[in-house]
């Protein structure tokens, strides 16, 4: 509306968005199982990487399984997906999916206690 409130509002609105992008929030785990093996995310300059990497601490099948959820600043707009793998006595694809809600999934067509995959996305203002 041009008021001064309303300019100061969108100004440290605008500053707190270009922080968020701007940083590297370092690894966050979702779910840490030691070793380098889990589920965690980060973001850095604007782009959330999510990496999973499973050996035999979990059990991922068709009905998928939730490692967590990443706060709202850093959720997809719309949900991501892509192939992961699965390695051991299921060798089929599988998937590691965030969701726009802020949910990290993984799913299989069966049961698989071995499975790795990654993804990124932008944020987006």
Known sequence: DGSAAAVSYNVSTTIRQLITALSDTGWTWLANYGSGDGIRWRCVAGVVYVQ???????????????????????RPSSDVAVAGVSFGALTSPTQLRAGSNGSVNLWAPSNTTYFGGSLSYPLEA
């Open 52 to 74: 999973a990497a499973i050996y035999g601490e979990q059990t991922v099948g068709s009905g998928g399984w939730n490692a967590g959820t990443i706060p709202a600043a850093y």
